[in-house]
């Protein structure tokens, strides 16, 4: 008898077929002597549609609203079938007795499992897989202590509650405000809330008004101190003649150190990451978006081996771990990464609580070095980058805490007091491993200050006398909160409980591709059409606590502790509210996309809308369906910023491109390339045909064309 082995891409079912000797490729499987690996194509299942209940609902309607079917039912995806009916003839054979769910460790590898095992009707006994990397070993030790499936059964009514809940929130809300205001306006349990975030930082930015206040330093030879209030310690002054008072009173008097307070502080290694933080970082230090991360790490997880399971949001390792560290080290320890390494394989790790801790890890540990032999020049730049993220991160757990002296003085001069503060190095520690010289705590969010804490004092002792050689007043203006980088938006939804590692990057991203907000730079902006949708989605729906306490049910259910049942009844019952407060609505809604343009069929105005190759102009009416090109069409011409395909653009000096996220403008240097550098291949012919019509030069320069091209090409 043979176990079915169930994976969820067909990159892992290829890598765990061949550790487990099944050699003979099939169409929709590797088959061997003890196992059958077959995999699935992400979801192969889905829950049903409004019209597999009902053919009513191909058509939207609000009177319809909401749908509610008293049992969810599954389909099997058309595009996907072929692989589905593949697994299912499969698990008919007579000789295959056990299934090994193999799919991705968590909640969402579960759910694709279960219900591909749902609609074969899989009545066998089942066992789980589950690991945390895609080594060689890590598969073979995993195959060697397998779980029982019914282990998991929590956290697959855990998927099954997120899933259902998806559906019966977002497309009823969905197709009550798009029936309701006539546009289509996407809305859901997550999405909403984290739009609302955004368009409350864009009020705040909007109703801020800058103030301008005044700091006062003096320069007192060797070092320089800031005045600060005596009452409040704020060195920020509002009063411009109060300030002007205070530079005066201190210009070129005497004064004397009144007190000095020198002590020793560190700060300890950061934590490990898990994927948000990875997410966070990887934004603010190269632009990627969470996305871009996700998929990059997921090549290095499942293509390479070199990392362990991506979707995590745990920052701390196991005790079971704690033997393995070294040799993941040793395995890191190449190019720039051996000399890092060095000295801690010279002696005993240090392991402490900030590394281990069982009792701060749920379904996986942080993510650090499987220990697997890795050629860095095989990895891309975006590869690259990232996998030294994690390497540094992973190297630095094991250095001592960086260790600094910070000494304040308090100067006295003309009866005011000024304070300086600088920090000296006493052992750089784990800032060692990314050779920086400041003193960030990279676990706490950065704050703006206008100290200068890195100045090196002289020696110095109480009644020391001062000179003031130049007194500064600096001129400054309050500044609003900044708009959300993917970085910080990631950090809110982390702090609010919106989604998981795993889902929030896709949450951004639906919010981009249904131009609620746009990507301009490093910043993301909510769009007309964003703002109009959160004006008329539900009050509660916007609230994060809302689908916080979702959240915080659904990790319940997962472990035990909630009630599936009841978790689904106050997701029905909340349907129901929100789709009839969309009812009784009574705001409109004003597409913020529409142009001065009129369709030439109806003479309703035009709107413009994004497409895949670029802006298009549609008819405003939804009984018409005339749409046409705009300016502004997708390129293969790439910004040299950012690297994304640029629009072109016809302007009155001509045409250029134009990069829409950097703003980067450049001209179009050849008309006959069609909008790039190069002359297209039509263009090229039609030159050497002229040419090579003429005799003598021409067919020289002819050929002389034909090699400047075919070195073009190799280029």
């Avoid at 804490?453 to 001062?466: F, G, H, M, R, T």
């Avoid at 895949?612 to 008819?619: A, D, E, F, W």
Wanted: aromatic share 6%.
């Amino acid at each position: 008898m043979k176990i079915l082995v169930l994976t969820e891409k067909p990159s892992v079912a290829k890598e765990i077929a061949r550790v487990l000797g099944c050699n003979q490729k099939q169409k929709h499987h590797y088959e061997g002597a003890k196992y059958v690996v077959t995999w699935a194509l992400g979801h192969l299942v889905t829950l049903a549609e409004p019209d597999d209940y009902d053919a009513k609902y191909k058509t939207w309607n609000l009177e319809d609203l909401p749908i509610l079917p008293e049992r969810m039912k599954l389909k099997v995806m058309k595009e996907t079938s072929h692989q589905f009916r593949g697994i299912e003839q499969l698990s008919r054979r007579g000789d295959i007795a056990e299934l090994v769910i193999a799919t991705d460790a968590g909640r969402e590898g579960e759910l694709v499992a279960r219900w591909i095992m749902e609609l074969i009707r899989w009545k066998k006994p089942f066992k789980r897989l589950w690991i945390s990397s895609q080594t060689d070993q890590a598969i073979r030790e995993g195959f060697a202590q397998l779980k029982p499936g019914t282990d998991y059964n929590r956290l697959y009514q855990a998927a099954v509650c997120r899933s259902e809940a998806d559906w019966l929130i977002g497309l009823n809300v969905t197709r009550a405000l798009t029936s309701k205001f006539g546009a289509s306006l996407s809305a859901g349990r997550v999405q909403t809330p984290t739009l609302a975030m955004m368009i409350n930082r864009e009020t705040e930015i909007r109703d801020f008004r800058s103030v301008d206040y005044w700091l006062i330093e003096a320069d007192l030879g060797s070092f320089r101190a800031a005045w600060r209030d005596p009452k409040t310690g704020d060195a920020r002054i509002f009063d411009r003649e109060r300030a002007d008072s205070l530079k005066a009173k201190l210009q070129g008097q005497n004064g004397r150190i009144v007190q000095i307070q020198q002590t020793e502080k560190q700060i300890p290694h950061p934590l490990a990451y898990d994927l948000t933080e990875l997410q966070r970082d990887a934004n603010r230090k190269f632009g990627f978006s969470a996305k871009q991360t996700s998929n990059v790490l997921q090549r290095l997880y499942e293509q390479y081996k070199i990392v362990t399971y991506p979707r995590t949001d745990s920052r701390y390792l196991t005790s079971d771990m704690a033997p393995t560290l070294a040799g993941r080290i040793k395995g890191a320890a190449i190019g720039p990464y051996a000399p890092l390494a060095a000295p801690l394989l010279r002696k005993p790790l240090t392991i402490t609580k900030r590394i281990v801790d069982d009792t701060k890890v749920s379904d996986h540990h942080a993510i650090i070095p499987t220990g697997e032999a890795v050629s860095l020049a095989a990895l891309s730049a975006d590869e690259r980058r990232l996998y030294d993220l994690i390497v540094r991160r992973f190297l630095s757990l094991f250095y001592g805490p960086c260790r600094y002296d910070e000494t304040k003085l308090t100067v006295d001069i003309a009866g005011e007091k000024l304070y300086a503060s600088g920090k000296v190095v006493k052992q750089a520690g784990w800032k060692e491993v990314y050779g920086a010289n400041d003193f960030t705590d990279p676990d706490r969010e950065e704050s703006d200050t206008d100290d200068d804490a890195s100045q090196l004092l002289p020696q110095a002792k109480e009644k020391d006398p001062v000179t003031v050689k130049q007194a500064r007043q600096l001129s400054r203006q309050t500044k609003p909160p900044g708009r959300y980088t993917e970085a910080s938006l990631l950090s809110q939804m982390e702090k609010w409980g919106l989604g998981t590692p795993a889902t929030r990057a896709d949450i951004i991203e639906k919010l981009v591709s249904s131009d609620t907000i746009e990507r301009q730079g490093s910043q993301l902006i909510p769009t007309g059409k964003g703002k109009q949708l959160i004006e008329l989605a539900s009050e509660e729906l916007r609230s994060p606590e809302l689908t916080a306490r979702w959240e915080l049910e659904l990790e319940r259910i997962a472990k035990g502790k909630g009630s599936m049942e009841q978790f689904l009844s106050g997701i029905r019952a909340k349907a129901v509210e929100l789709v009839n407060e969309v009812k009784k609505s009574g705001a409109a809604y004003k597409p913020h996309n529409l142009t001065g343009s009129k369709c030439p069929d109806c003479g309703e105005f035009l709107q413009e809308v994004k497409g895949k190759r670029g802006r298009y102009l549609v008819c405003s009416s939804r009984e018409c369906s005339y749409k046409r090109e705009a300016d502004g069409q997708l390129t293969n011409h790439r910004c040299p910023q950012c690297h994304k395909k640029m629009e072109i653009h016809t302007g009155k000096s001509g045409k250029y491109f134009q990069c829409r996220p950097c703003n980067v403008v450049e001209k179009v240097d050849n008309e006959a390339s069609g909008g790039g550098r190069r002359a297209s291949a039509k263009a090229n012919r039609q030159l050497i045909e002229k040419y090579s019509d003429q005799t003598g030069l021409g067919n020289s320069l002819a050929d002389k064309l034909r090699a400047a091209m075919q070195q073009n090409k190799e280029e």
